[in-house]
């Protein structure tokens, strides 16, 4: 199995973009890139730095980009309500586990169901930006959204993968306290309803780490699809780097707010428009500039803002996670003298990998913050609704 040439599922965006537009012909291809280059983005693992080149190398033809915007964003428009009636799915399972009192279950649904929305709102966006666009829009600012989203979609795998690790340590738990109930059942030391307990408790495990399960495997095809593979390739998806910590702490946002409105997609559209015949229509248009570049301004603010505030909430999640290090050290070494059983090593297991998880969902909203903040300095639009409601 390999890649197709071209995804459909990448034809949204760069439909509305390629129509007529010259710089459709200096569309990417495997000779512009070095022999091992070309080798790492042909084999069966994509990592996070390929996106680009991978969004780039298998967008569909110029041939297939001339169907419609509407056939084209159909797409996205049914990733969004899937993702949304995902979203919407895993917060009543998340409802029904917290009023069972299975707090372990209630946090794996909910923690996938902000993934599916966080998703949903890119599709949202894909779509509302590319319904704005005129056909003429350089194919960079297509392969701007489209990676950008690839990123996005990576990152929560990242987290959906992870999650099904704590998922199956879980199952894990409860097994081993279902099979100690019947244990000590068999000793005359537990009651039917004990290890009827024990074994709902395993149950409710079990369809935890299903579903996070099925999230990931939905997730993953939706990515092949996006950068060329077939739906079920059996690909790795890399790890998603580690945020920037020295780049992050040294964004001058003055300098990167000139940056951003000379940028700005948007108003370099409004910028190459021809003049207007009569003076209303020119003070439409300047007014349009003026709005347009204030909405950049505020919006470059607002994402500096989330960026500083990620930040300091990387630090604190940081010293629980290297808290959390030394504790399973620690348990490591009781466990291998014998001074805990395997029940509080297996609990103890769980909240380390918990904690990984928050370090890696830090790590991410962290980097995410960072990446919105420089494609909005590129000239990508990053709305503020979109920016806050995927924060982690």
Same mark, same amino acid.
């Given at each position: ?14 439909? *509305?973009?390629?129509? /007529? ?13 070095? &022999? ?14 390929? =996106? ?30 899937? #993702? ?46 590319? &319904? ?12 701007? +959204? ?24 879980? *199952? ?53 699809? +996006?950068?060329?593979?077939? #739906? ?15 780049? =992050? ?8 707010? &000139?940056?951003? *409105?000379?940028?700005? #997609? ?73 001074? *805990? ?31 919105? #903040? ?12 979109? /920016? ?5």
């Amino acid at each position: 199995m390999k890649r197709t040439q071209f995804s459909l599922c990448c034809l949204g965006v760069a439909a *509305v973009m390629a129509v /007529s537009s010259p710089a459709a012909a200096m569309a990417a291809s495997l000779s512009d890139y070095d &022999e091992a280059t070309q080798e790492k983005l042909l084999d069966d693992t994509l990592e996070y730095n390929e =996106i680009r080149a991978l969004v780039s190398l298998f967008n569909p033809s110029m041939q297939q980009a001339q169907i419609t915007m509407d056939d084209s964003l159909s797409v996205y428009r049914n990733g969004m309500t899937e #993702y949304k009636d995902r979203a919407a799915e895993l917060r009543r399972e998340a409802d029904k586990a917290e009023d069972d009192g299975d707090l372990q279950a209630y946090a794996t649904y909910e923690m996938n169901a902000q993934i599916m929305n966080a998703l949903a709102n890119q599709y949202k966006d894909v779509v509302e930006q590319s &319904e704005r666009m005129s056909t003429q829009r350089s194919i960079v600012s297509a392969e701007d +959204m489209l990676t950008r989203a690839v990123q996005q979609m990576v990152q929560g795998y990242a987290q959906l993968d992870l999650g099904c690790q704590v998922a199956e340590k879980g *199952v894990e738990l409860a097994q081993a306290a279902y099979d100690s109930a019947l244990t000590q059942q068999s000793l005359g030391m537990a009651t039917d309803a004990d290890v009827k307990s024990a074994a709902n408790s395993l149950a409710s495990a079990q369809a935890g780490l299903k579903s996070a399960q099925d999230s990931r495997a939905s997730l993953k095809s939706s990515i092949c699809l +996006m950068t060329g593979w077939d #739906y079920d390739a059996d690909i790795t998806i890399g790890a998603v780097p580690e945020p920037d910590l020295e780049a =992050i702490d040294s964004v001058d946002v003055a300098s990167d707010t &000139e940056r951003a *409105v000379n940028n700005n #997609y948007d108003l370099v559209s409004l910028r190459h428009e021809s003049r207007a015949t009569s003076t209303v229509k020119q003070n439409v248009r300047d007014r349009n500039l003026q709005d347009t570049e204030a909405s950049v301004c505020i919006a470059m603010e607002s994402l500096y803002e989330t960026l500083q505030q990620q930040r300091t909430s990387w630090d604190g999640v940081d010293a629980a996670w290297q808290k959390a290090v030394n504790d399973k050290a620690a348990l490591d070494q009781k466990y291998q003298l014998g001074m *805990v059983g395997r029940l509080e090593y297996l609990q103890g297991e769980l909240t380390y990998l918990q904690a990984q998880s928050a370090k890696l969902s830090a790590d991410i909203s962290l980097r995410k913050a960072y990446e919105d #903040y420089l494609w909005q300095v590129k000239g990508v639009t990053v709305t503020s609704t979109e /920016s806050s409601g995927q924060q982690g």
